[in-house]
């Protein structure tokens, strides 16, 4: 920050100018067709990123009707709860939809203001905050247009822009190249990880027995769990849903609980049960599963099955990850919307069965590739986290200023 702290003191060392963004900015007051837009040039609140993250090519486009016109160089504010901080500088012209604010620099203040530079202020937690404070609605919050052109814009000299928008603009290049190599580790982790399970899953059938799962197990429905039922503290309970967004390949913890009372008229999972999700909108989802592997028993929810089995817990649950496995229980998925898969149908599915010593074997081998995984997939993020930290420090020092007597 030294060549910029030279900058300030040598061209505003008494502080800089701050202006209301109505005073120096106006929401864009022209209109275009919707038909004269494409994918690539309508903006719409659903296809700005999060986060400041940006945009993404809209899967939707309007046909019909007059939409708010944007300019290169717009800065583009999702109007619609501002906590979710979704905002991109305009890189082309085109046509936005009304909860989209295109934030427009007047010719007058364009030869003092870099559309770049109020796009950085436009896109900081601090102007964020104040236009969530200033929000409509409880529900769904909406930014109040009035308010928001009465935040106070720091204006510093153009050689001081320039320099706090090329450091910003190389920090979040680290940033998306810290991403693309997270990415890229990630999926060669993963097919090495997919190679090694599928040829640990493949027996010669005639010196390995392969078995109906219903031959080596039995599966139990479970019930009367919702949601709405689930608490902080209790009995361990595993809600179908979870199994989708938060449980891995084993666990021996729960992320919910219920009531002990409640906990008596539900069906359990023991310890080396396999909970398995047998609903989804997703047909890979369907039938995922986790091995309960605690000590204690656990409460299952409907639209997930127990499965009681004489084989090593982590191996099932390795098989169902399986393409062997993903490929028999095709065939068995019902539905239209909601797909699902019975016990009856997931007990035909044939599984290898070689002796419990292998089955350890396979799972020791399959846990290090599952630690491999799983170490990158928080290391890296943990890297990135830190980096966006600093970032977010280093930019707000970068952004704030003394304000002129």
Request: charged content about 25%; overall charge neutral; hydrophobic content about 40%.
């Amino acid at each position: 920050m030294s060549h910029i702290d030279d900058l300030i003191a040598e061209h505003c060392p008494n502080g800089v100018g701050f202006h209301e963004l109505g005073h120096i900015a106006a929401y864009s007051d022209t209109r275009i067709a919707a038909s004269a837009v494409g994918a690539e040039t309508f903006v719409g609140v659903d296809n700005l990123l999060s986060n400041q993250a940006g945009r993404t090519i809209s899967t939707y486009v309007p046909t019909t009707g007059n939409l708010t016109e944007y300019q290169q160089g717009d800065i583009l504010i999702g109007n619609i709860r501002p906590y979710l901080k979704k905002i991109c500088l305009a890189a082309n012209a085109g046509g936005c939809s009304g909860d989209v604010l295109a934030v427009r620099i007047t010719e007058a203040h364009r030869p003092k203001l870099m559309p770049e530079f109020l796009y950085w202020i436009l896109s900081s937690d601090a102007f964020f905050a104040f236009d969530m404070q200033h929000a409509k609605g409880a529900k769904m919050p909406r930014g109040d247009k009035a308010m928001i052109l009465k935040y106070r814009v720091p204006v510093p000299p153009l050689e001081i822009q320039r320099e706090i928008v090329k450091v910003l603009d190389t920090f979040i290049k680290i940033e998306a190249d810290l991403k693309a190599v997270l990415k890229a580790e990630m999926e060669a982790r993963q097919r090495q990880y997919k190679y090694y399970r599928e040829a640990l899953f493949t027996f010669d059938k005639q010196q390995t027995s392969h078995k109906a799962l219903g031959e080596v197990g039995e599966f139990i429905r479970g019930n009367g769990l919702q949601k709405s039922d689930l608490t902080e503290t209790g009995v361990g309970a595993i809600h179908y849903g979870q199994i989708h967004t938060h449980y891995g390949t084993w666990t021996t913890e729960t992320k919910s609980f219920v009531s002990e009372v409640f906990a008596t008229k539900l069906r359990k999972a023991q310890s080396g049960d396999l909970v398995i999700a047998t609903t989804s909108e997703d047909d890979e989802a369907v039938a995922k599963a986790v091995a309960w592997i605690g000590k204690d028993e656990v409460a299952i929810s409907g639209d997930a099955y127990i499965y009681r089995h004489q084989l090593e817990p982590k191996y099932v649950a390795y098989f169902f990850q399986s393409e062997q496995f993903q490929d028999q229980k095709k065939r068995h998925i019902t539905g239209t919307k909601v797909r699902r898969m019975s016990g009856e149908s997931l007990a035909k599915v044939l599984i290898p069965v070689p002796l419990l010593e292998e089955q350890a074997r396979i799972v020791s081998i399959l846990d290090k590739f599952d630690a491999l995984v799983n170490d990158l997939s928080t290391g890296l993020p943990a890297e990135i986290k830190t980096r966006r930290q600093q970032y977010e420090h280093y930019r707000d020092r970068l952004l704030t200023f003394k304000e002129a007597a």
